[in-house]
């Protein structure tokens, strides 16, 4: 990694704190400055998703739009549903593409770590910069997997610990620790590009059924150890556990039934 303590780099991460998001137009000259173009390589980056042209992509923390715009004009046929937690930084944002002739954006608020219900299935999640504000990422991420077609990506690109440029504190993500959050959320390595950007990593993910193939049926009734959880019995799905909650669950259940990941099942007559 270069390194390079541009005041443009030292902006970007100050633009990612909660308070930056109060005038979001202040910080925009500095999130779509040019010269972020040196470092951020938007082109290599989006050639690097491997998108179709009616792709529907979900952009995590979408911000000012730098990332959002350039995906709503890749993508000729599809859509970009941009997730912002900021009331503020969401109007900008929809001022921006309101004011284009793009028609294919679509800004949504969110809570960082909040339940998303999104209106389609979709091909790819993107999160640049932004994983260290979301709260209870594991479970987030697992919310996130039933929205994802067959064949969907997440793909998460951010700054590790030993980043040249410093973020304020808290805002660095060891991609150890985002690999292994991942994997609990029901997520398996795809893609690791490590020379693609100076100061950030990308790591490209698929959920675990997706990339695995098992022919196992899991049992209607069967009973999972959670180690120093005990164990947790499903007899039937109720409608009393909230739909994301269950099809995460369902989903590790699966995984681990097949033995595509650790974990003891015990099936019930």
């Known amino acids: 990694m270069k390194n390079h303590n541009s005041n443009n780099m030292e902006h970007q991460d100050d633009g990612h704190s909660h308070q930056a998001f109060d005038n979001p137009g202040l910080f925009a000259k500095r999130f779509d400055a040019p010269e972020r173009d040196e470092w951020q390589k938007p082109e290599q980056v989006i050639d690097a998703l491997n998108l179709s042209d009616n792709a529907t992509v979900v952009e995590i923390g979408a911000g000012t739009g730098y990332f959002t715009v350039r995906l709503a004009e890749q993508l ?71 929205q994802l077609k067959q064949g969907g990506r997440l793909v998460i690109i951010d700054r590790p610990a030993d980043s040249p440029v410093v973020p304020p504190h808290g805002h660095q993500t060891p991609p150890d620790v985002v690999k292994k ?18 100061y950030q990593f990308y790591l490209a993910f698929e959920p675990i059924a997706f990339t695995k193939n098992c022919d196992k049926t899991l049992p209607a009734s069967f009973v999972y150890d959670f180690g120093n959880s005990g164990n947790i019995k499903l007899e039937k799905l109720s409608g009393r556990y909230l739909k994301w909650l269950v099809h995460a669950i369902y989903l590790q259940a699966t995984a681990r039934y097949c033995g595509l990941v650790p974990g003891r099942w015990v099936a019930r007559a």
């Open 76 to 146: 000729k046929n599809g859509n970009v549903i941009a997730l912002e937690t900021s009331p503020k930084m969401a109007a900008h944002l929809e001022n921006r593409v309101g004011g284009s002739a793009l028609k294919n954006v679509h800004v949504r608020l969110s809570e960082p770590g909040g339940q998303t219900n999104l209106p389609e299935k979709i091909d790819l999640i993107m999160c640049v910069d932004s994983y260290h504000h979301i709260t209870d990422r594991v479970v987030y991420f697992s919310q996130l997997i039933q």
């Open 181 to 198: 959050e991942m994997k609990e959320a029901g997520f398996e390595l795809t893609q690791e590009l490590d020379l693609l950007l100076p």
